[in-house]
């Protein structure tokens, strides 16, 4: 069970659009419609962003999208705002009731 | 809506065994379809997932720490714990719990810094 590979940073600036990509196997992403995005604070809690791969939480804008083709699920974040600079982590289920993240994204808005 | 808080030792001696419980609130740890999760990060490192348990006490563990690794739950108390044993430098993390769907950590705590050092 290999992390999933994500870019270790993007960045965009106000009102601007930015994809980060999470790229697994045919194991985890690939095989299952089951991934999830994170959105990490320094010294918050964890925020669910994006389940089932394009599912939003409630209280999530729509700003937030996701989507998935073959082994490379997407986060995609429209319209930048200064908020939403974070570290996001991409998460996949990987068959027998495991889970498997990725490195994490810093999101830097300019 | 539901609260999770971690707590437990923020230093733990290298060879022992790291313990942390998360207390849950706002909700019924018993409630059925959601499981209970650990998840660890390194300093300046990404997320690890270590494993989650049903109130059932049914338990799914990282492949790669299941030797390691153990969570337990304690309904009564609405409290889930974490057991990492013969810890090294390695295991020295900030430690989330969260709740679970099997494949969905809907909801976290803030977390705690464990570092293991002598």
């Known amino acids: 069970q290999s992390a999933l590979t994500q870019p270790r940073s993007v960045s965009g600036s106000p009102g601007q659009s930015v994809t980060i990509s999470c790229t697994g196997t045919s194991s985890d992403v690939g095989g299952y419609n089951y991934v999830s995005w994170y959105q990490l604070h320094p010294g918050k809690a964890p925020k669910l962003m994006i389940y089932d791969v394009n599912k939003r939480p409630s209280g999530v804008p729509d700003r937030f999208s996701g989507s998935k083709s073959g082994n490379t699920a997407s986060l995609t974040i429209s319209g930048l705002q200064a908020e939403d600079e974070a570290d996001y982590y991409c998460c996949s289920y990987a068959g027998s009731y495991t889970l498997v993240f990725g490195g994490g994204t810093k999101l830097t808005v300019l | 809506q539901v609260q999770l808080q971690e707590s437990g030792p923020g230093l733990v001696k290298p060879s022992q065994t790291l313990s942390l419980t998360c207390t849950v609130s706002?909700?019924?740890?018993?409630?059925?379809?959601?499981?209970w999760s650990w998840v660890r990060q390194h300093p300046g490192k990404g997320l690890e997932w270590l494993g989650y348990?049903?109130?059932?006490?049914?338990?799914y563990y990282n492949p790669s720490l299941k030797s390691r690794v153990t969570i337990s739950v304690d309904t009564s108390k609405s409290q889930f714990s974490l057991e990492v044993s013969s810890v090294t430098a390695a295991d020295t993390a900030i430690y989330y719990c969260?709740?679970?769907?099997?494949?969905?950590?809907?909801?976290w705590g803030q977390g705690t810094l464990v570092t293991v050092s002598s």
């Open positions: 348990i049903y109130y059932s006490g049914s338990t």
């Open positions: 706002g909700g019924s740890i018993s409630s059925g379809g959601f499981y």
């Open positions: 969260a709740r679970a769907s099997t494949t969905v950590l809907n909801s």
